[in-house]
């Protein structure tokens, strides 16, 4: 059984459960092999970067990508519109919106070929909605990241609930040229795989499997819930003591630590997180620790120590066990890796009940969760742990988290996944 794994990146949240899940895999026997747009680590097994299938194409390729990045063709073909006109005058505060149209024919790749079983992950920019669904023969899965592959675009839908119907009036398409361009994007991507069987859609969160079960697009497949993985012997706490001296970080203080790939996203509420240590009053036996892009952010805080990016996973281990407590303030989100490491680690995590963040977080046995997505709920749980910030031990939040979320218990899960799709007709 031969299963190909597609993915735009190795890099981010879903690059990263993308490639664990790849890894798991492969520890477990499996013929698994990862075909990546953007390939960043040439070291990892038996992953492969996008390249034409045949050298005499590759200026072809190129002459249909820059036209793609020109002009898109949805729907009936009658509306072309720069791809930087339609998102232009987007209400502030949203993230990435993607369209279903690429260059890149995957279906002509002899890793493509040579697969039983095609598991698309997150694809944005990548997967041709059109061409691939036109021409694949193979059984697919799909482990949902976010939202975006049932949507008319957004990769995170807020309030909105257009992706159960018809994608109009698109929220975050308003004031510009067209805020019902999203409806088109729906309507292409549901022409591209109306007469396909043979999908199986994988939501890593149960909050996700419900938005998908009503989306309009996927809610005639069959749906598994499997969650994230992690390797417990990569993942794994070190001594507090030394990880704040190695970090350079006060080992007189309760650190709270937060994370994020860009602390400006609005939607992982790092400014609501903020706003209530501020209110927290004149403590001195606090401090805030920050991983991820911050240059757009000003802090007041006097106590406050900035690590940028890190991307090597051994040290971000040491951050968090370097930390009295993860907080992921998060608005909207699916299954955070975050959440899983800090917990791997044995650290507490405070988080609001939202998305998959709920699925995880079992209220004062891991951590607090919120009572709702706000600063006042947010600022009684960082009381109330600040108050007895050895209630939890982690030697009992570890061992919870290797009952659930090892790279091994996901792939078993997988595995049998994909034996019974092997088996139906």
Same mark, same amino acid.
């Given at each position: 059984?031969?299963?190909?794994?597609?993915?735009?990146?190795?890099?981010?949240?879903?690059?990263?459960?993308?490639?664990?899940?790849?890894?798991?895999?492969?520890?477990?026997?499996?013929?698994?092999?990862?075909?990546?747009?953007?390939?960043?680590?040439?070291?990892?097994?038996?992953?492969?970067?996008?390249?034409?299938?045949?050298?005499?194409?590759?200026?072809?390729?190129?002459?249909?990508?820059?036209?793609?990045?020109?002009?898109?063709?949805?729907?009936?073909?009658?509306?072309?519109?720069?791809?930087?006109?339609?998102?232009?005058?987007?209400?502030?505060?949203?993230?990435?919106?993607?369209?279903?149209?690429?260059?890149?024919?995957?279906?002509?790749?002899?890793?493509?070929?040579?697969?039983?079983?095609?598991?698309?992950?997150?694809?944005?920019?990548?997967?041709?909605?059109?061409?691939?669904?036109?021409?694949?023969?193979?059984?697919?899965?799909?482990?949902?990241?976010?939202?975006?592959?049932?949507?008319?675009?957004?990769?995170?839908?807020?309030?909105?609930?257009?992706?159960?119907?018809?994608?109009?009036?698109?929220?975050?398409?308003?004031?510009?040229?067209?805020?019902?361009?999203?409806?088109?994007?729906?309507?292409?991507?549901?022409?591209?795989?109306?007469?396909?069987?043979?999908?199986?859609?994988?939501?890593?969160?149960?909050?996700?499997?419900?938005?998908?079960?009503?989306?309009?697009?996927?809610?005639?497949?069959?749906?598994?819930?499997?969650?994230?993985?992690?390797?417990?012997?990569?993942?794994?706490?070190?001594?507090?003591?030394?990880?704040?001296?190695?970090?350079?970080?006060?080992?007189?203080?309760?650190?709270?630590?937060?994370?994020?790939?860009?602390?400006?996203?609005?939607?992982?509420?790092?400014?609501?997180?903020?706003?209530?240590?501020?209110? =927290? @009053?004149?403590?001195? /036996?606090?401090? +805030?620790?920050?991983?991820?892009? !911050?240059? *757009?952010?000003? #802090?007041?805080?006097? &106590?406050?120590?900035? =690590? @940028?990016?890190?991307? /090597?996973?051994? +040290?971000?281990?040491?951050?968090? !066990?370097? *930390?009295?407590? #993860?907080?992921?303030? &998060?608005?909207?989100?699916?299954?955070?890796?975050?959440?899983?490491?800090?917990?791997?680690?044995?650290?507490?995590?405070?988080?609001?009940?939202?998305?998959?963040?709920?699925?995880?977080?079992?209220?004062?046995?891991?951590?607090?969760?919120?009572?709702?997505?706000?600063?006042?709920?947010?600022?009684?749980?960082?009381?109330?742990?600040?108050?007895?910030?050895?209630?939890?031990?982690?030697?009992?939040?570890?061992?919870?988290?290797?009952?659930?979320?090892?790279?091994?218990?996901?792939?078993?899960?997988?595995?049998?996944?994909?034996?019974?799709?092997?088996?139906?007709?």
């Amino acid at each position: 059984m031969k299963i190909l794994h597609i993915n735009t990146y190795d890099t981010g949240g879903a690059g990263k459960a993308c490639v664990r899940l790849h890894q798991g895999l492969l520890e477990q026997g499996v013929d698994s092999k990862l075909l990546l747009l953007y390939q960043s680590d040439k070291e990892l097994m038996h992953s492969y970067q996008y390249i034409p299938p045949l050298p005499g194409n590759f200026e072809k390729i190129k002459r249909k990508a820059s036209f793609f990045f020109k002009e898109l063709h949805l729907s009936s073909g009658k509306d072309k519109y720069d791809k930087r006109e339609v998102l232009q005058n987007r209400p502030e505060g949203f993230e990435l919106f993607s369209f279903p149209d690429t260059p890149y024919n995957i279906t002509q790749h002899p890793l493509y070929l040579e697969a039983d079983i095609i598991n698309l992950h997150w694809t944005a920019g990548f997967l041709d909605y059109r061409s691939f669904f036109k021409k694949t023969l193979k059984k697919i899965v799909w482990t949902l990241h976010d939202m975006n592959p049932f949507t008319g675009g957004c990769h995170y839908s807020g309030d909105c609930i257009g992706f159960e119907g018809n994608c109009f009036l698109c929220p975050q398409l308003l004031n510009s040229i067209d805020s019902n361009y999203s409806h088109k994007i729906l309507r292409t991507k549901i022409q591209a795989i109306k007469s396909k069987t043979h999908l199986t859609v994988v939501p890593i969160s149960k909050w996700l499997l419900n938005q998908s079960m009503k989306s309009i697009l996927f809610s005639k497949f069959d749906h598994v819930q499997i969650p994230n993985g992690l390797d417990p012997d990569l993942f794994k706490p070190a001594v507090q003591k030394s990880s704040r001296e190695e970090l350079g970080l006060p080992v007189d203080k309760k650190i709270i630590l937060f994370v994020a790939d860009s602390l400006n996203n609005k939607r992982k509420g790092f400014a609501l997180l903020l706003n209530a240590i501020e209110q =927290l @009053g004149e403590r001195d /036996d606090i401090a +805030l620790c920050v991983v991820g892009d !911050s240059s *757009a952010i000003q #802090f007041k805080l006097k &106590s406050l120590f900035e =690590l @940028g990016r890190i991307v /090597d996973e051994q +040290l971000l281990c040491s951050v968090y !066990s370097a *930390a009295d407590v #993860f907080v992921i303030p &998060s608005l909207e989100d699916n299954f955070p890796n975050t959440v899983l490491e800090a917990l791997m680690c044995g650290t507490p995590v405070i988080g609001f009940p939202v998305g998959g963040i709920k699925e995880i977080i079992q209220d004062q046995h891991n951590g607090y969760l919120c009572d709702s997505a706000d600063i006042g709920s947010l600022l009684k749980a960082l009381n109330m742990f600040l108050d007895n910030p050895s209630r939890f031990k982690g030697e009992e939040i570890r061992k919870a988290a290797l009952q659930r979320y090892t790279q091994k218990i996901q792939a078993e899960k997988y595995v049998e996944l994909y034996k019974s799709i092997s088996k139906k007709n």
